[in-house]
C-alpha cells in the first residue's frame, strides 16, 4: 500500500502477486459474511434470552446492516476477492 502514498507505480504491482497482505485481504473478505451469518444465528437463538430488549433491538439492528453489507460485497464480487487472479 505504500505506492498509494508515495505515487510509485511499483509498489502498487505488489498487490498482484500472492503475499501476505493479498493472502490476508483474501481472508478476510471471506471472514467477513461467515461471521455476519454467525451474527444472524446469534440472534436468533437469543432472542427469548432474559435481557434489556433494547440492546437485542440494537445488536439486531447492527446485524442487519452486516448483512446489507455482506450483500453488497457479494453483488460487486468483493467476497473472496484474489487481487493475484
Known amino acids: 500500500m505504500r505506492g498509494l502514498i ?6 502498487l504491482f505488489n498487490l ?3 503475499s ?3 493472502i490476508g485481504i483474501l481472508l ?4 467477513f459474511p461467515l461471521t455476519t451469518v454467525w451474527s444472524l ?3 436468533y ?3 427469548s434470552t432474559a435481557m434489556n430488549r433494547v440492546v437485542y433491538w440494537h445488536s ?7 448483512v446489507a453489507v455482506a450483500v453488497y460485497y457479494a453483488y460487486w464480487g468483493l467476497i473472496g476477492l484474489r487481487l493475484w487472479a
Open 6 to 11: 508515495t505515487g510509485r507505480s511499483d509498489d
Open 16 to 18: 498482484g502477486v500472492p
Open 20 to 22: 501476505w497482505l493479498t
Open 28 to 31: 478476510t473478505s471471506v471472514a
Open 41 to 43: 444465528y446469534v440472534i
Open 45 to 47: 437463538r437469543e432472542r
Open 60 to 66: 439486531a439492528l447492527v446485524t442487519s446492516a452486516l
